[in-house]
C-alpha cells in the first residue's frame, strides 16, 4: 500500500499536468480564433480588389479621371495594423495561395486589378462565368507576355493606324476624316479579336461602328486599299448614276484576312451619323450568317460592336440591344464591345454626359463583364481583346472592353476643342502619341532599334505615297451584288412581278397541312373553330380571309425553298387575335407550328414574339434582310402609329440604305391601319411620312384591300430578281370583314398582283348594286384601304348607281399606266375624287394628287383637278372621341354621295 505521501504528490502533480494542458488548449483556441479572423479579413480585403480595384487603376493616359482613395481597399479599413503585413495569414487557397501576407496580398491585388487594366465581374451571378473571368485575372496576375514578334505587330499595326491618319492630314488639309488620333490601340486590338477568334472556331465577323476612326479600320483591318480610300477623298468617281452616295467615313466593306492558317470573313457595315443606330443592324446581320452558316452553336459568326463613350451611354437603342442579346428570336451568342472612350462627346464633358461613374455601366444590366484599360498601353488594350474573345466563345454572352482614350483633334478635323475643353487640350498638346510612347518602351527594352523604327515608319509613308500617285485613276465597282446577293441585280424600273400564283391543286395540297391539328393536341375551342372555317375556306375554294391567305402565301414559300422569318409584338397570336401561328397545348403547355409541318423538304417559319422594342427590333429585322435576300423576312408594328419609334431606322436604312450604300434589301413591315375610332394612337400608320419619303423607286407601299392581294404582294417580294423594302397598310377591321375575302381562283397560277383594283359592283358576283353604263357615271372616286368598305356600304343603303370607286393598291411606285387605262373609260367631263379618312394634311391625298393629276392630263380629261374628300387638315391623326370620329366618318360619307 503506498503512502499518504506520495498519493498527495501523485495528486498534485496530475492537477498540475491537467492545468498546463488546460492552458495550452485555451492558448490554441485564441490562436485559432485570431488565426480564423485574421483569414476573413484578409479575403474580405481580397474581395474588396476584385470589386472596387478598378476604381483606383492607372486608366487614363491624360490623368484627368478622379482616383479617388477608398479605405476599404486600405488593409487598415479591415482592421490589419502596420505589424500585421508580415505575418503569414491563412487562406486555404483563396487567391490561388495557401499563406500569404499582407505585403503579398497587396502587391498581387494591385498588380492584378490597379494597373493599366480594371476588371469589372464581380456583379456576374453564374460561378462558372465568374470563376472564369477570376482565374483568368488572377493566375497569371493579370501580366501580360507577349513575344518580341507579337510586340513588332503590335507596333506595326500603331504606324499603320497613326501614319494613314497624318498622311491623310497633310494631303487633305481641313478635311473631315474623323481619325482615331488618340485611340489607335483599338486597331491591334481588333486584328487581335479576330485573329484569337479564328484560332476558336470564328468564320465570319460582322463590324458596327461610328464615323470615328472608320477609315483607319477600313484600310488596316478589311485591308480596303489605300489607293481607293484615296480616290474617294479625291471625289473623282461616283458608284452608279442612280445612287446619291455617302461620305466616305459612312461606307462599308467587306474583305477575307488569313490568320495563321483561319481564313475570317470580316465585314463592316455602312451606317449613318446617328450614333448606335448600327448596332441592331449588325446583330441581325450575324444572326442571319449564323443561319446560313447552320452555326447552331452560334460560334462561326461574331458580332462587334465600336461605340464612343458618349453615345453607348446616352443612345437607348444600346439598352434595346442588351435587352435583346438573351432573348431567342434575336440572340446572336453574344457581343463584343469596344468603347474607344475619348472622355468626350463632341463638346461634352463626361460629367455631362451621364449620370454613372463609366460609358459602360449600362452594359451591368446583362451582367456583362467589363474590362476598362488605358489607351496609351496597347500591350494592356491588345491582352483585354483577347480576353473578350475568348469569353464570348466561352460562355456566349457579351462583354465590353472599355478603352479609355483622348481625342487628338477637335470633332472633325476643322474643329476647335479648346474652346470648350481648354485643360483637357493643354494637356493632350504636350502629350506624346500612342506609337511614341510604345516605340519608346520596346526600344529601351532591346526589342527593336531606333533605326528598325524609323525604317518601319518610312516604308509605310512610301507605301502611301505609291498609292496616291495612281489613286486618281481608280474605278470603284459594286460589290455588294456578290455572292448570295448576285442572283439579285440592282432594278432598273421595270415591272417585273415574278410569278406569284400557285395551282389550285398545290393550294388545296397544303391547305391540309397548315389547318391540321394533331389529335392528341389540345388546342383552345376557340382556335379549334378557327381552324375549322380555315379548312372549310379550302375544302369550298370561298371566303378566305386575310389571315388565311398570309398563311398560304408564307405555307406556298417555305415549300418552294424560302425560309420564312416574321417579328414583332404579339407577332405569334396576331394584336388583332388573327394569326394564331403558334398554337399552344391547353394541358401542358406544349406548342406546335401548323407553318414547320408542312413537307419534309419545307425551309424553316420562324415567329418571334419580340422584345417591346421598335427601334432595335425593326433594325435587327433590316439587318437579317441585308444579308439573307432569300428569306421572307417580316416585321409587324403591333399598331402602325408604334413605327415612328424606329423612325431612324426608317429615314436612314429602310428607304435611303440602296442610293446611298448599294445595299438592297426585301423587308417587309406590316403598319395596321384604319379609323375604327380607337383614337390618336392606334388608327394611323403615318401613310404619308412613308409616301414623303418615296422617291428613285426605293421603297414600295401598299394599303392592300384583298386578301388575295396581300398573298400576291408577299410572294411577290420573293419572285422578283432584286429586292425592294416593301411597307403594307394592313388592316384591323377588315380582318374579319364578310366582303375583304378572296376565292381561291384569286391566288392561282391565272392571276397576280394587282395595282389598281376597281369596284365589286363592277366585277359582279358580290350581291352589290347595279352600277350606270361608264358614260352615265356622274363620280369617279379613287381611295386606298378600308374607305373603301365604308364607301360601298353606304352606297348600298343609299342606292346610289351613278358613283364608281376605284382602289389604288399601290402608292409608290404609283400605277400611272394602269390608272389611265381604267379612268378612259369614262366621259371626258366626268368629276374625279380622291376620299380617305385620314385628315388632309395626311394619308395619300398629298402624293397621290399629283400622279393622279398627270393621269387625268394624259387622258385628255375636261377635269384634270382630282377634288378632296376626306378630314379636315389636324394636328392629331384621330379623335379620340367616338362620338366625334362617327360623325366625321357620317360627314365624308355624305360629301361622297352629294349630288
Not at 483607319?216 to 452616295?245: C, M, P, W
Not at 391547353?586 to 415567329?607: A, C, D, G, R, T
Amino acid at each position: 500500500t503506498p503512502k499518504k505521501s506520495n498519493i498527495k504528490k501523485t495528486i498534485d502533480q496530475r492537477e498540475i499536468s491537467m492545468k498546463e494542458t488546460s492552458s495550452e488548449i485555451i492558448s490554441s483556441a485564441k490562436d485559432y480564433e485570431k488565426e480564423k479572423e485574421q483569414s476573413v479579413k484578409a479575403i474580405a480585403l481580397i474581395r474588396a480588389y476584385r470589386i472596387r480595384g478598378h476604381l483606383i487603376a492607372n486608366l487614363d493616359p491624360l490623368g484627368l479621371m478622379e482616383r479617388k482613395y477608398l479605405d476599404e481597399l486600405h488593409p487598415s479599413d479591415h482592421g490589419f495594423k502596420k505589424e500585421d503585413y508580415n505575418h503569414n495569414i491563412y487562406l486555404n487557397g483563396y487567391m490561388d495561395r495557401k499563406y500569404a501576407t499582407i505585403n503579398e496580398i497587396l502587391s498581387f491585388l494591385r498588380s492584378t486589378y490597379c494597373s493599366t487594366i480594371g476588371a469589372e465581374y464581380m456583379h456576374i451571378s453564374d460561378p462558372v462565368e465568374k470563376k472564369w473571368f477570376r482565374e483568368r485575372m488572377e493566375k497569371k496576375e493579370n501580366q501580360l507576355h507577349f513575344t518580341d514578334k507579337g510586340k513588332k505587330a503590335i507596333l506595326n499595326k500603331l504606324v499603320q493606324a497613326e501614319g494613314f491618319e497624318r498622311f491623310l492630314a497633310v494631303k487633305f488639309i481641313g478635311t473631315k476624316r474623323f481619325g482615331i488620333d488618340g485611340g489607335e490601340s483599338f486597331i491591334p486590338a481588333l486584328e487581335q479579336i479576330i485573329k484569337r477568334g479564328g484560332q476558336l472556331g470564328v468564320k465570319e465577323v460582322k463590324i458596327g461602328m461610328p464615323h470615328r476612326g472608320r477609315l483607319n479600320v477600313l484600310a488596316n483591318l478589311l485591308q480596303k486599299t489605300y489607293k481607293r480610300i484615296l480616290n474617294e477623298f479625291i471625289g473623282e468617281h461616283y458608284s452608279s448614276k442612280d445612287s446619291t452616295g455617302d461620305v466616305k467615313y459612312h461606307l462599308g466593306a467587306s474583305s477575307n484576312r488569313d490568320f495563321d492558317g483561319n481564313l475570317v470573313h470580316i465585314s463592316l457595315t455602312e451606317n449613318p451619323s446617328h450614333l448606335e443606330a448600327v448596332d441592331p443592324v449588325v446583330l441581325g446581320q450575324t444572326r442571319a450568317k449564323q443561319f446560313f452558316h447552320q452555326d447552331k452553336k452560334r460560334q462561326k459568326v461574331v458580332p462587334i460592336l465600336i461605340h464612343g463613350d458618349a453615345a453607348f451611354a446616352g443612345q437607348g437603342v444600346v439598352a434595346e440591344c442588351f435587352a435583346m442579346s438573351g432573348v431567342k428570336g434575336h440572340s446572336t451568342g453574344g457581343t463584343i464591345h469596344i468603347i474607344v472612350n475619348n472622355q468626350i462627346g463632341f463638346t461634352t464633358s463626361p460629367r455631362f454626359a451621364r449620370s454613372s461613374p463609366y460609358p459602360s455601366d449600362i452594359a451591368k444590366m446583362v451582367e456583362a463583364p467589363i474590362l476598362h484599360v488605358n489607351g496609351d498601353d496597347p500591350e494592356a488594350v491588345v491582352h483585354c481583346a483577347r480576353i473578350a474573345v475568348e469569353f464570348r466563345q466561352k460562355f456566349n454572352r457579351d462583354i465590353v472592353v472599355d478603352m479609355i482614350c483622348y481625342r487628338r483633334f477637335g470633332h472633325n478635323e476643322g474643329d476647335e476643342p479648346s474652346f470648350t475643353q481648354p485643360i483637357m487640350y493643354q494637356k493632350i498638346k504636350k502629350h506624346p502619341s500612342t506609337l511614341s510612347v510604345y516605340a519608346k518602351k520596346l526600344i529601351k527594352e532591346g526589342t527593336i532599334s531606333e533605326e528598325e523604327f524609323t525604317i518601319m515608319k518610312t516604308n509605310f509613308k512610301n507605301l502611301l505615297n505609291e498609292q496616291f500617285k495612281t489613286a486618281k485613276e481608280y474605278k470603284p465597282k459594286l460589290e455588294w451584288f456578290e455572292g448570295v446577293w448576285s442572283r439579285y441585280k440592282p432594278e432598273r424600273g421595270k415591272d417585273k412581278r415574278g410569278i406569284t400564283g400557285v395551282s389550285i391543286d398545290k393550294i388545296r395540297k397544303i391547305g391540309e397541312k397548315i389547318t391540321f391539328i394533331p389529335q392528341d393536341f389540345n388546342v383552345h375551342p376557340t382556335i379549334k373553330k378557327i381552324y375549322e372555317n380555315k379548312k372549310k375556306m379550302f375544302q369550298t375554294g370561298k371566303g378566305f380571309d386575310w389571315a388565311t391567305a398570309e398563311q398560304l402565301a408564307f405555307a406556298t414559300l417555305l415549300e418552294e425553298g424560302y425560309p420564312v422569318r416574321l417579328s414583332g409584338q404579339d407577332s405569334g397570336r396576331g394584336t388583332f387575335s388573327q394569326r394564331h401561328s403558334v398554337l399552344r397545348d391547353q394541358k401542358n403547355n406544349n406548342h406546335y407550328i401548323p407553318l414547320n409541318n408542312i413537307s419534309k423538304k419545307q425551309k424553316k417559319f420562324e415567329v418571334i414574339d419580340s422584345l417591346l422594342s421598335e427601334l432595335a427590333v425593326l433594325g435587327f429585322e433590316y439587318g437579317y434582310a441585308l444579308s439573307e435576300p432569300t428569306t421572307l423576312v417580316v416585321w409587324e408594328a403591333q399598331y402602325g402609329d408604334f413605327a415612328n419609334g424606329a423612325q431612324v431606322v426608317i429615314d436612314q436604312f429602310v428607304t435611303s440604305g440602296e442610293r446611298k450604300w448599294s445595299r438592297a434589301n426585301g423587308i417587309v413591315m406590316l403598319l395596321p391601319h384604319g379609323y375604327e375610332g380607337q383614337g390618336p394612337e392606334h388608327s394611323s400608320a403615318r401613310l404619308e411620312r412613308f409616301l414623303q419619303l418615296c422617291a428613285q423607286e426605293n421603297i414600295q407601299v401598299m394599303n392592300c384591300t384583298t386578301p388575295a392581294n396581300y398573298f400576291h404582294a408577299l410572294r411577290r417580294q420573293i419572285h422578283r430578281d432584286y429586292r425592294k423594302p416593301l411597307i403594307i397598310m394592313t388592316p384591323k377591321s377588315l380582318l374579319r370583314h364578310n366582303i375583304c375575302v378572296s376565292n381561291i381562283e384569286d391566288f392561282s397560277k391565272e392571276n397576280t398582283i394587282h395595282r389598281v383594283l376597281l369596284d365589286h359592283a363592277d366585277v359582279g358576283g358580290y350581291g352589290l348594286i347595279k352600277l350606270k353604263k361608264d358614260t352615265e357615271i356622274r363620280k369617279v372616286i379613287m381611295c386606298s384601304g378600308k374607305v373603301y368598305f365604308d364607301l360601298i356600304k353606304a352606297r348600298e343603303k343609299l342606292k346610289k348607281n351613278d358613283v364608281f370607286f376605284i382602289r389604288i393598291e399601290e402608292l409608290y411606285p404609283f400605277p400611272v399606266k394602269t390608272l389611265a387605262k381604267h379612268l378612259k373609260r369614262f366621259k371626258k367631263n366626268t368629276n374625279f375624287y380622291w376620299c380617305q379618312e385620314e385628315p388632309q394634311n395626311m394619308g395619300a391625298w398629298n402624293a397621290a394628287r399629283n400622279y393622279i393629276e398627270w393621269t387625268l392630263d394624259y387622258i385628255g380629261s375636261e377635269n384634270p383637278k382630282v377634288v378632296y374628300i376626306g378630314r379636315n387638315p389636324a394636328a392629331s391623326p384621330a379623335s379620340g372621341y367616338q362620338k366625334k370620329h362617327l360623325a366625321q366618318q357620317e360627314e365624308i360619307i355624305e360629301k361622297v354621295f352629294k349630288q
